[in-house]
């Protein structure tokens, strides 16, 4: 016979249990009660490797939501690198206990790749427009039609009254803003501050593959950028371009793979753009430290 403080443990324990499904039709079921009490349903989609940046965006949902559903897919219609997708870090375990310690009233979804795309690895074209000609869209073809397909998969499975991303992934963001128009999906699109690391790293999956000494280098992937943010008001697009070229050569670590100043709501780039005072504007960096691809951005007004 178990005592009262035993089964006080164990209430405890399911407590800190966050519920993990693997097929759609599990995740109906769980969220079916839920929808039939009208009650809001926040999806984080993610691509595991869970660190305190997505955390950040589960609290986001969790305030805003009473249900929150955390997707973990690696989603390989996006990488228009093998090497990368084969590289890219799968810990689903540590994933979990991190949400148990974190985040423990989330639930999991985490599907195989085959709930995803039963007929095939096939990708659906979106009409994104220059909005997907920019930067990751001209570096990575077909980058912005997998996350585009997924995306919608995903909303159509959880129908999520809101979905949280980040705005490191700035022109994702915009991306995903496009496909709700798009497909006519009734999803509020919400996003949330960068997350960065005490050096000022925009956190990332990714950062799991650089050591700790490359963590410390790639700080400078910031750095550059706020001296961006101060040059912005004072020096021309050119001049700031031509000192971000010449200090990511001098760099032991990092090459530039692009830098953009561009108009923040149509992302086209400020040699396209008259600068204008009542325009807002990013910066943009993507470079690689060692085979390890970072982007970061800034809004410089």
């Given at each position: ?40 349903i926040g ?180 750095t550059s ?31 530039l793979e ?44």
């Amino acid at each position: 016979m178990q005592s009262a403080s035993n089964i006080l443990i164990l209430h405890d324990l399911k407590q800190n249990m966050v519920q993990v499904f693997h097929t759609k039709e599990a995740l109906n079921r769980q969220l079916l009660p839920h929808r039939k009490k009208h009650e809001n349903i926040g999806l984080v989609p993610t691509m595991g490797a869970l660190h305190t940046g997505h955390i950040s965006l589960i609290n986001a949902a969790l305030q805003a939501c009473e249900v929150v559903v955390v997707s973990i897919f690696v989603n390989p219609t996006q990488f228009n690198n093998n090497a990368d997708l084969d590289a890219y870090p799968r810990s689903l375990d540590s994933d979990i206990k991190l949400l148990e310690q974190e985040c423990a009233s989330c639930i999991v979804f985490a599907p195989e790749t085959t709930e995803i795309y039963p007929n095939g690895l096939k990708t659906e074209h979106f009409k994104f427009g220059e909005l997907a000609a920019q930067m990751e869209g001209k570096y990575r073809s077909g980058h912005f039609d997998g996350v585009g397909t997924v995306l919608k998969r995903l909303f159509d499975i959880v129908q999520p009254d809101k979905a949280f991303f980040g705005e490191k992934d700035y022109q994702q963001l915009l991306i995903v803003k496009k496909l709700i128009t798009l497909t006519e999906q009734a999803v509020e699109i919400i996003g949330c501050p960068i997350n960065r690391e005490e050096n000022g790293l925009a956190k990332s999956s990714r950062n799991k593959r650089l050591t700790a000494k490359e963590q410390e280098q790639a700080s400078f992937i910031y750095t550059s950028l706020q001296q961006v943010k101060r040059d912005f008001g004072t020096k021309s697009a050119e001049e700031i371009t031509k000192w971000v070229e010449q200090a990511f050569k001098e760099h032991p670590l990092l090459d530039l793979e692009y830098f953009e100043i561009a108009n923040a709501e149509s992302l086209l780039s400020i040699d396209k753009n008259t600068k204008n005072p009542d325009k807002k504007y990013r910066a943009f960096i993507a470079a690689y430290a060692n085979k390890v691809r970072l982007i970061d951005n800034i809004a410089l007004n």
